[in-house]
């Protein structure tokens, strides 16, 4: 795709990051599952979803274990040539500042930087989802419900 096309395809995928982003931090992640196709992959580290009940399930318990405040930040969004009207993919970063209490919290570095790969699927009903989300951790911080979803299984 090029020219309007490519730029609106890398709006709508952008906005659908951002999406999936904005619920995990405004929201617990109460409705981020919907984002995925029914087989989509969610995967941080060496922890993997790879379906929309399994990520529904993995934010649930996440809200079950009390206050979060998190932010992710999404930057260097770039879509991939080599798609085609029904699959596209991109890379960005993620950068996360996050705590187990209510804000304000103190400003600290980040807990996480990692790589971002996205695969996105339109299905039938014409909405782009994701198929495979994924981040792989560069830099963690001393978070322990990140060291968990990074550390290496025992």
């Known amino acids: 795709m090029q020219g309007h096309q490519s730029h609106e395809l890398w709006h709508t995928l952008h906005q659908l990051e951002l999406r999936h982003w904005y619920d995990v931090n405004l929201n617990g992640g109460q409705t981020v599952h919907e984002l995925y196709a029914a087989d989509g992959r969610f995967i941080v580290g060496r922890q993997e979803r790879h379906n929309r009940e399994e990520i529904r399930i993995f934010y649930e318990a996440r809200r079950k274990r009390g206050v979060r405040t998190a932010r992710h930040l999404v930057s260097n969004f770039l879509l991939l040539p080599g798609g085609d009207d029904r699959r596209a993919s991109a ?18 570095p980040p807990i996480l930087i990692a790589d971002l790969a996205s695969e996105f699927v339109k299905e039938e009903d014409g909405i782009w989802r994701f198929s495979s989300h994924i981040l792989r951790p560069v830099f963690v911080g001393d978070d322990p419900f990140v060291q968990h979803a990074v550390s290496p299984p025992a």
């Not at 890379?91 to 600290?108: E, F, W, Y």
């Open 91 to 108: 890379v960005g970063l993620i950068c996360l500042h996050a705590g187990d209490q209510p804000p304000l919290l103190p400003s600290k």
